[in-house]
């Protein structure tokens, strides 16, 4: 059973930065896909970015493609990182880690699908100011 440990998130102001990271157990990073999700109150849980972490491939939000980088620990390649720049109000979440074991995940748009994730963090509030 994979298990995801979520930290960083808090509180920035427009334009700030904050990271994320997540650590995963039980889990080969060889034939696996860990994405980040948020959800706002009221809203459904969207897909923010995924990786896939036996190789390269990395997807986006159109909506945060130019401001976030998932990115994966060169040293502990189960431990994924979600770094958020030019951070905006509607930004304001709470973001959760997942990971599918499977590379399903990471094929074409299924990355951003909640279903195909059978491991999910606690989540961790990302709030953001004007």
């Known amino acids: 059973q994979v298990q995801l440990v979520e930290s960083g998130g808090g509180s920035a102001q427009a334009g700030g930065s904050l990271t994320l990271s997540c650590t995963a157990s039980?889990?080969?990073?060889?034939?696996?896909?860990m994405g980040w999700f948020r959800q706002a109150p009221g809203k459904e849980r969207e897909g923010v970015a995924a990786?896939?972490?036996?190789?390269?491939?990395?997807?986006y939000a159109d909506s945060v493609k130019t401001r976030f980088t998932i990115s994966q620990d060169n040293n502990a390649k189960n431990k994924v990182f979600l770094q958020m720049n030019s951070l905006k109000p509607e930004d304001t979440a709470m973001y959760y880690c997942?990971?599918?074991?499977?590379?399903?995940?990471?094929?074409?748009?299924?990355?951003?699908?909640?279903?195909?994730?059978?491991?999910w963090g606690q989540g961790t509030q990302v709030s953001v100011s004007s």
């Open positions: 997942a990971a599918d074991p499977t590379f399903l995940a990471c094929l074409g748009g299924a990355w951003s699908s909640p279903p195909y994730y059978n491991a």
């Open positions: 039980q889990y080969d990073y060889r034939s696996g896909c």
């Open positions: 990786i896939f972490t036996g190789g390269d491939s990395t997807f």
